[in-house]
DNA sequence: GTCTATAAGAAGATAGAC
DNA sequence: GTCTATCTTCTTATAGAC
């Protein structure tokens, strides 16, 4: 990696864990390999470098968004994967999209500063939001809708069984983010989750 | 209000804003009323202003703890309100405790500076982790527990049921820290949500 | 307890040699 | 592009008068 780009990831870091006010540039630039003085022939200034971080999460989250198809109103679903819907896919699709959230290093680490910095920073509330509240709704609706559609599960409210259905997600990711070592018992209970989640509303309500 | 008490007021207000390391001595001394060296006579430094504040919320965390007989390991649930559970009682219940949580002033600064600090300070996120997930949880259980009990709710699984009760609660508590205007809509959704979570489970699983 | 003046120190950023 | 030395600014905190 050029040192251009492992300032940032080194930067990235060391926000998400302290929080960009509280991490100093010869922080960094020690992580870097480099001095200080250094590092301001790479970037102009702190801010600078916040700034790049930010341009590229947004450049990913985009890219993430357009891969899902979540960009205009019309969410096409991997039809191969979810048709039919039975219970073990919808199982072990939850249960993944949950340990990437956790696992990818990028993920958790601009999640975790965003969730810090999202207060100062309306952009960054927005980002959120979109992120973790209103994409994987649209997505989630459009699976679940689908669902409802070939009568595998019934319901009359679609955003709410979508926000029953998705709640437990972000709520048990929040817990592992500040408790890693809950991670074993918080899957265990999802998957719980989702297999009870699909018997009922996998009958008439 | 005594100067004492308006600084943490004060302090608290900021800190929730802006988190501890963005909020200047000053801009609390300006805000009481006072110039930053004043300040001194009342706390010996910025840090004991943070201290005082996070005492006070321990004080008041638990005093919240023993009024909901969450203490122990038999929480003991009201049972004048609760015996029975209509499903009016657990709208009014839930909606109350929602609005509550958003409204009080106290309790939406000090969550939001949790939230902003919770990545520095371990003992911050072990007091989140408490108020907003694991006492909720255990006192819905209890709640649950015995509308299952009384056979007003059926499951087998009472752990899931409280989660799958309580995370739309916390998911949109936090799109609405985050988003204030998202309320009437948040409000209305989690009505829907604790009626059909009672259709759902008001029969046999 | 509040003020003005100021010390002490930290952190971002620049200058200029190599 | 990296370094050492240094500047500048900002912020916490203290001194001492009232």
Redesign the interface.
């Known amino acids: 990696m050029d040192t251009k780009q492992k300032i940032l990831d080194e930067a990235l870091t060391l926000f998400?864990?302290?929080?960009y006010?509280?991490v100093f540039v010869s922080e960094i630039a020690e992580r870097v390999g480099i001095k200080a003085p250094s590092l301001y022939k790479h970037y102009k200034s702190k801010q600078a470098i916040f700034g790049a971080i930010i341009e590229e999460m947004h450049r990913r989250f985009l890219e993430q968004a357009k891969h899902l198809n979540i960009q205009g109103n019309n969410p096409i679903v991997d039809a191969e994967i979810y048709s039919g819907l039975p219970e073990e896919e919808l199982v072990r699709l939850g249960i993944n999209l949950f340990l990437y959230q956790l696992h990818d290093d990028y993920t958790r680490r601009i999640r975790?500063m965003l969730?810090?910095e999202?207060?100062?920073n309306k952009d960054l509330?927005i980002a959120?939001?979109h992120q973790y509240?209103d994409d994987p709704m649209f997505y989630f609706t459009a699976l679940l809708k689908q669902a409802v559609d070939q009568g595998v599960l019934q319901?009359d409210?679609v955003?709410?069984?979508t926000?029953?259905f998705?709640?437990?997600f972000?709520?048990?990711m929040?817990?592992c983010d500040?408790?890693p070592e809950r991670e074993a018992e918080s899957v265990q209970?999802l998957e719980?989750?989702i297999r009870?989640?699909n018997?009922?509303?996998g009958r008439a309500?």
Chains 1, 2 share one sequence.
Do not use: W
Request: net charge neutral.
């Open positions: 998400s864990e302290k929080g006010a509280n975790k969730t810090i999202q207060f100062h509330a959120y939001m509240m319901t409210n955003e709410v069984m926000l029953q998705y709640a437990p972000y709520t048990l929040t817990v500040r408790d209970i719980d989750h009870q989640f018997k009922l509303y309500v």
